[in-house]
């Protein structure tokens, strides 16, 4: 079973930058599908983006062009750069694992790390 711990959350304003970090174990990473989801308030848990193991990535239209994921397998670590932070985007954003991207089901989840963007 995949452990995972996401962190870099913060408080930002709106145009700034963070770079979320999940740490995974228990599993072999490499070989993982990895994806961000988020959840706002009062709100559904959404994709934000999947990256593959051999780094195809999808992403949802809201943050493309804005958001980059990608992977550090020696590192064992999924990163997601954000750029042009919006109020839109404060979620709590969780770190995911799973099988294939091309089923889009993440079985394992971390705890999530906080992501504010202030207007």
């Known amino acids: 079973q995949v452990q995972l711990v996401e962190s870099g959350g913060g408080l930002v304003q709106t145009g700034g930058s963070l770079r979320l970090s999940c740490a995974a174990s228990?599993?072999?990473?490499?070989?993982?599908?990895m994806a961000w989801y988020r959840q706002a308030p009062g709100k559904e848990r959404d994709l934000v983006a999947a990256?593959?193991?051999?780094?195809?990535?999808i992403y949802a239209d809201s943050v493309k062009g804005r958001f980059t994921i990608s992977r550090d397998n020696a590192k064992n670590t999924l990163y997601l750069q954000m750029n042009s932070l919006k109020p839109e985007d404060t979620a709590m954003y969780y770190c995911?694992?799973?099988?294939?991207?091309?089923?889009?089901?993440?079985?394992?989840w971390g705890q999530g790390t906080q992501v504010t963007v202030s207007s």
């Open positions: 990256i593959g193991s051999g780094g195809s990535t």
């Open positions: 995911a694992s799973g099988s294939s991207i091309m089923t889009m089901k993440f079985g394992s």
């Open positions: 228990g599993s072999i990473f490499s070989r993982n599908a």
